[in-house]
């Protein structure tokens, strides 16, 4: 069971616009930066957007990053097949560990 | 560019050790916080362990701490892992990760292909 909280699974057409949630607390998301992170199947993770909204280098600004409280979102616009991946959400705990979400898993349909 | 290259896996009994590499080379290892993530199969994200980049501090996720061991040598700019007294649930791929660090905590921004680990009887 993952300290972070998103859901399993979402889907969208190509071109359409999709939300990813990452529900955690006041010990994590809430006094700390999220991180956003795309795995394409058979792949390593990739670090998509960082500080909450910093996107990393060379990712489009179809990618968007957004937090609020305790809660954080990734949107992607403009859906793209290339898109089809797990999307983690992660951030640090002041227990001094590292948490991710559990993963959602993205269908451009 | 930035790469991390992982190597060690393999398939090990219960109870057995692994000790994992991580050979870094476009950047110096000594400068930055290195983090272990590993991923069971179909499985989510977790976090393992950091050693930080004055090489002194190093915390452990609670699954692991007092049976994995994470190290470095800065003179070969690799990172290592000691895995012991392996169990079942610790299969996994096991990434070397680079982290940046802002003001409590880090994140992620290169990552290995990873090195799997399959404990089994």
């Known amino acids: 069971q993952s300290v972070l909280t998103q859901p399993p699974s979402v889907s969208a057409a190509p071109g359409q616009k999709v939300t990813i949630s990452c529900s955690g607390s006041s010990s994590n998301i809430g006094n700390n930066y999220v991180a956003w992170y795309q795995q394409l199947p058979g792949t390593a993770p990739k670090l998509l957007i960082y500080e909450n909204d910093k996107r990393s280098s060379e990712i489009p600004d179809r990618f968007s990053g957004s937090k609020s409280g305790t809660s954080a979102t990734l949107g992607i616009t403009g859906l793209q097949t290339g898109d089809e991946a797990d999307y983690y959400c992660?951030?640090?705990?002041?227990?001094?560990?590292?948490?991710f979400g559990g993963g959602t898993k993205l269908t451009v349909l | 560019q930035v790469q991390l290259v992982e190597s060690g896996g393999g398939v090990v009994q219960p109870g057995r050790s692994l000790r994992l590499s991580c050979a870094a080379s476009g950047f110096t290892l000594s400068r930055y916080g290195m983090h272990w993530v590993r991923q069971a199969p179909g499985k989510g994200l977790e976090w393992v362990a950091v050693?930080?980049?004055?090489?002194?501090?190093?915390y452990y996720a609670d699954s692991v701490k007092g049976r994995f061991t994470v190290s470095r040598d800065t003179s070969k700019n690799t990172l290592s892992l000691e895995v012991n007294s392996l169990r079942t649930v610790d299969t996994a791929v096991f990434y070397c990760?680079?982290?940046?660090?802002?003001?409590?905590?880090?994140?992620?921004?290169?990552w290995g292909q990873g090195t799997l680990v399959t404990v089994s009887s």
């Open positions: 992660g951030t640090w705990d002041n227990s001094l560990i590292a948490v």
């Open positions: 050693i930080s980049y004055e090489g002194t501090n190093k």
């Open positions: 990760v680079r982290g940046l660090r802002y003001s409590s905590g880090w994140y992620f921004d290169s």
